[in-house]
C-alpha cells in the first residue's frame, strides 16, 4: 500500500510533569499535515515507544486519529518483542480506526529469519490493516534477510517495509524480489533521494517535522525529471538531516520543534534533553538552513 511519499514518525509531546500533552499533539498534527506530511506514524521509536505504556499508546492512537479526521493516513506503532502483545495492540489499534500498522523486528531476543517470518505472519492473520514491516538492525541487532521480507510480502495485508539498513544494495534487491504494489519506504533520512533513485516509493522521516516541505520539493523535483533541482536541495537540507541524529532522537528533534515554536515538551528518561553544546550545535544548523532555504528550494 503506498501511503504517501513523506511520512513523519511522529515525536509524542509531553508536558512539565512527563505526561501525555494531547493539547500539544493536536497542534502537532495541524501542523505536520499543513507542513510536508503525507501521512503520520504514530508511537513508533521517534514517539518514544519504549516509554509508553499500553494505555498512552491507545489514547494516542485514539487521539492522532480524532485530530486528522481522515486527511492523512495514521500508521500506529504496534510492534514488539512479543507476538501475542503485538497482536493484542494491533487489534485494538485496528478498532480505534488507524489506517495501518508498523511492526518493527523483535529486538532483544533475537529470533531466526523463520522466527521472524512467524512472527509477521501471526500478527497479519489476526488483523485486516495493512502492515509496513521496520527493519532496522542497528536497534533490534537483527537484520531481516531479503528472501524473508520476499515472504512475506506475498500475505496479503503485508504491504510495504520501512527499510534502514542503510544498504542501497538491500533496497534494490527487495524491491526486484517483491510485488509491483509492495512499497518500500527509506528509513534514514539522509537518504531520501538515492532510495528515490533505485525505485523506493518514500521516506519515514524524522527530519520532516523541521524540513517536510523540502522533502516533499525535493521528492517532486526528482519525479519530474529535475534530478538537479532535487540534487541541489538534498546538498542543502542533509545537514539539518544529520543534526537530528547528532545525539540520540527525537531528543534534537523535540529541541528543534519547541525552537521553531511548535511546543512538545522534553523526552522521557532514559533520554535526556540536549546538553548545552548539542543545543548550540543544533541552533546553528538551524539559523543557516533559513539562510537562503527560499532559494534552495526555489
Known sequence: MNFGQVLTAMVTPFDQNGELDLEAARGLVHYLIANGSDGLVVAGTTGESPTLSHDEKLRLFQFVVDAVDGR??????????????????????????????????????????????????????????????YNIPGRSVVNME????????????????????????????????????????????SQTLPHMSVGGTGIVS??????????????????????????????????????????????????ALNCIGVPVGSVRLPLVPLNDTERASLYKVLANHQVGSDEAAG
Open 72 to 133: 492523512v493516513p495514521v500508521i500506529a506503532g504496534t510492534g514488539s518483542n512479543n507476538t501475542q502483545a503485538s497482536i493484542d495492540l494491533t487489534k485494538e489499534a485496528e478498532a480505534l480506526g488507524v489506517d495501518g500498522a508498523l511492526l518493527v523486528t523483535p529486538y532483544y531476543n533475537k529470533p531466526s529469519q523463520e522466527g521472524m517470518y512467524q512472527h509477521f505472519r501471526a500478527i497479519a492473520e489476526q488483523t485486516n490493516l495493512p502492515i509496513m514491516l
Open 206 to 255: 524524522v527530519s520532516s517535522h523541521v524540513i517536510g516541505n523540502e522533502m516533499q520539493q525535493m521528492i517532486n523535483h526528482y519525479k519530474n525529471g529535475d534530478t538537479a533541482h532535487a540534487a541541489a536541495i538534498h546538498r542543502h537540507i542533509l545537514p539539518l538531516m544529520k543534526e537530528m541524529f547528532a545525539a540520540p532522537s527525537p531528543s534534537p528533534v523535540k529541541e
Open 146 to 189: 531479503v528472501e524473508t521480507i520476499s515472504r512475506l510480502a506475498r500475505i496479503s495485508n503485508i504491504s510495504s517495509i520501512k527499510e534502514a539498513s542503510g544498504d542501497l544494495d538491500r533496497v534494490s534487491q527487495i524491491i526486484t524480489e517483491t510485488p509491483d504494489d509492495f512499497t518500500v519506504y527509506s528509513g534514514e533520512d
